[in-house]
């Protein structure tokens, strides 16, 4: 079946502009994950839903990333008023309750 | 919160020999390791994964040990072949994941020489 997708696969915009990033997670999957990774480096948590709720938001970097859920299904993070530190591959990732994550091919991130 | 140790951060073998790639973590109320590979621009991929209720799991040429009194975890590939070189991620969870996701180490690449 149809894995995680993410769109934009690239996006390069502006410093100050605000981006938004898309995930599909696999159909059933009630758990969704975002995690980002900076170059060569591992991935960091940022935040997960059950269904359409984020019972904790403290991994978020800063109060410009905020990610919604909406149906139990397609996610949004949004970044807004991009700095160059925001620059990294964005993951995307989801499980079928807990346990095993299945991950997206990412967005790479590029603030000018 | 938990933190993930991983070593070493490169490893190079000769093709057809084993590689042994290790992790600790900090909380004990870790039970869930799942080990990812990662090739160049690709998204990561679980390769295995062990619960805190067995001490190890195989599948081919992959296994997976857990040692919770010492709060470490090893990969073990043997055999190896050029599909082989990645690199490999180990993380570390409550429960799986939930509201505190996955804790990953930094990664080893692993590079298997013809």
């Known amino acids: 079946g149809a894995g995680v997708s993410q769109s934009p696969s690239n996006k390069v915009t502006e410093k100050g502009k605000d981006v938004e990033l898309r995930c599909d997670p696999i159909s059933g999957h009630t758990a969704l994950y975002w995690y980002r990774q900076s170059l060569g480096q591992g991935l960091e948590f940022l935040i997960y839903?059950?269904?359409?709720?984020?019972?904790?938001k403290s991994g978020l970097p800063s109060d410009r990333f905020s990610a919604e859920r909406t149906g139990g299904s397609v996610s949004t993070l949004t970044i807004q008023r991009t700095q160059q530190e925001d620059s990294a591959v964005y993951l995307c990732?989801?499980?079928?309750?807990?346990?095993?994550?299945?991950f997206g091919p990412g967005t790479r991130l590029t603030v000018t | 919160g938990e933190n993930v140790e991983q070593h070493p951060s490169t490893l190079s073998v000769q093709e057809g020999d084993s590689a042994v790639i290790k992790c600790t973590y900090s909380d004990s109320a870790s039970n869930y390791f799942p080990w990812y590979k990662q090739e160049l621009g690709k998204r990561p991929q679980l390769i295995i994964d062990i619960r805190s209720n067995v001490g190890e799991k195989k599948d081919q040429r992959i296994a997976v040990t857990l040692n919770k009194t010492a709060k470490h975890f090893s990969l073990h590939i043997t055999e190896t072949q050029p599909e082989d070189s990645a690199v490999y991620f180990c993380a570390a969870s409550e429960s799986g994941g939930g509201a505190d996701g996955l804790t990953f180490g930094k990664g080893t690449h692993l590079i298997i020489q013809p």
């Open positions: 990732a989801s499980s079928p309750v807990s346990y095993e994550q299945y």
């Open positions: 839903f059950q269904g359409n709720s984020a019972p904790d």
